[in-house]
């Protein structure tokens, strides 16, 4: 069974331009993730999906992030315009999300530098 | 905030056992504990979880103390490819805010 795809896997852009990463999570999976982890750190959640709900995006930055699950399956990351702080690992992780016990499954992540 | 505390770093000799503690002093009676690792340039990977009881599987052996503020992850003979960061996470449930709390883990060191 294909685990959660992510690409790119790396991404390098200069500061103001515009960034997208893709994410195609397990199959089935009703629930998806995506997290930005900065280096020495723990992930950091952006946004959660059930379905094509955007249910939790409190910690999306959202004058510059934006996010879609369009049909409940594969999902997009958009950074424009991005910045120097930008730079960190974005991973996206998919889940069954049986309420009270939730495994999640992690892609490989997009390691971006911006310059 | 994350609701656990691990030590940033441990070593342990290929073969041996390596005991993994964390403390959740705050933990609630109906949040999980989950330990994932991440082997590095990878994404992390999920190991076990536990509500009270010890739990084992292929991967690991999970104990949880009686009162529930502390829990060791054990990996009964540890390799090479072991080496990783593992993360203690108490899984936050309270309605559309559930989620994973991470922090910033413990670096495993396997040595020859």
């Known amino acids: 069974e294909a685990g959660v795809v992510q690409s790119p896997r790396y991404k390098i852009i200069e500061k103001k331009q515009p960034v997208a990463f893709w994410c195609n999570p397990i199959?089935?999976?009703?629930?998806l993730y995506w997290y930005r982890q900065n280096l020495g750190q723990g992930p950091e959640l952006l946004i959660r999906y059930e379905n094509e709900e955007a249910v939790d995006d409190s910690q999306l930055p959202k004058d510059r992030f934006s996010a879609e699950r369009l049909k409940g399956v594969d999902s997009t990351l958009k950074i424009q315009p991005a910045e120097l702080g930008d730079s960190a690992v974005y991973l996206c992780a998919s889940s069954l999300d049986r309420r009270t016990e939730d495994i999640q499954y992690f892609g490989a992540g997009t390691r971006l530098s911006v310059l | 905030d994350a609701k656990t505390t691990q030590p940033p770093s441990m070593d342990c000799a290929e073969g041996r056992a390596a005991n993994l503690p964390c403390n959740h002093s705050t933990i609630s009676g109906n949040e999980y504990v989950y330990w994932y690792r991440q082997i590095h340039s990878q994404g992390p990977q999920y190991i076990i979880h536990?509500?009270?009881?010890?739990e084992t599987n292929e991967m690991a052996s999970l104990i949880i103390t009686e009162d529930r503020k502390s829990s060791t992850l054990i990996l009964p003979h540890a390799t090479l490819r072991d080496t990783a960061v593992y993360y203690c996470i108490v899984r936050v449930n309270a309605g559309n805010n559930r989620k994973l709390i991470w922090g910033l883990g413990t670096s495993l060191a396997v040595n020859p």
């Open positions: 199959s089935g999976h009703n629930t």
């Open positions: 536990g509500l009270k009881n010890n």
